[in-house]
């Protein structure tokens, strides 16, 4: 559509299988944890519960950054960069050639994941929120401990008791190693490594960018964790 609603182009395309149905969601399943608990989260205030899966994509130096998700309903992708060529787009500029300072340090976790939310959000107005629909492929439901990854138990707290699809004799084991209560390092990775390394062992994670006045220091540490709390051990 036009500025005005004139429809400009209508495609007829014509749906080919190119994956098998229970694998499909089984990767739509993995997807969704992005925007749960992964480095989407930021759409989560826009869709309302709405059922969704995407992945975010950072590109060396923050050059390039997107989100790609969908629901049931609607797919969509985000691209932010500079059309002309790589440009880092980072909080500092002070000791790097081909960069443009930004507010933020410009992720697939930030500013695409945020439009991305915005545009679904807009776009799926007044549609219904829908599930995903779970193939009729012999896809086996289980009740799992969303910080450990195992079938949950009597004394997992409801809060963490998820459902999960699995290929069948692909489940997770009944018993499951203990809670990790021990907080990794993850101090000189990027945010997305950083968030990648706690999300598997169960922690909730919440990124906070700060500018950095000390030239040494934002030399040193740019595009990096250089601060954790709590810390680890």
């Not at 609603?5 to 739509?28: C, D, H, M, W």
């Not at 480095?39 to 923050?62: C, D, H, M, N, S």
């Not at 707290?157 to 809670?179: H, I, M, N």
Request: charged share 20%; hydrophobic share 35%.
């Amino acid at each position: 559509l036009d500025s005005e609603g004139r429809e400009i182009y209508r495609a007829n395309p014509k749906p080919q299988e190119v994956l098998e149905p229970g694998i499909s969601f089984l990767v739509t399943q993995a997807l969704q944890k992005v925007i749960t608990s992964g480095t989407g989260t930021q759409a989560l205030g826009y869709l309302g519960g709405r059922p969704a899966a995407g992945k975010t994509g950072t590109a060396q130096e923050y050059r390039d950054a997107w989100f790609a998700g969908y629901t049931p309903d609607l797919a969509a992708a985000v691209w932010v960069g500079y059309p002309e060529g790589s440009v880092e787009m980072k909080t500092s500029c002070i000791t790097t050639t081909g960069c443009r300072p930004t507010r933020i340090q410009v992720s697939g976790g930030t500013w695409p994941t945020e439009i991305w939310g915005a545009f679904m959000a807009r776009a799926l107005a007044g549609v219904p929120a829908t599930a995903f629909r779970v193939p009729d492929t012999g896809l086996v439901a289980f009740t799992i401990d969303s910080r450990t990854g195992c079938i949950a138990t009597d004394s997992t707290p409801d809060e963490f008791q998820v459902t999960s699809y699995y290929a069948p004799g692909e489940q997770p084991p009944s018993s499951c190693r203990t809670l990790k209560t021990a907080v990794p390092s993850v101090l000189g990775y990027t945010a997305d490594e950083a968030t990648e390394i706690l999300d598997s062992e169960g922690f909730v994670v919440d990124v906070v960018t700060e500018p950095e006045t000390n030239k040494g220091q934002a030399k040193k540490n740019s595009g990096k964790v250089w601060k954790q709390s709590p810390g680890s051990g």
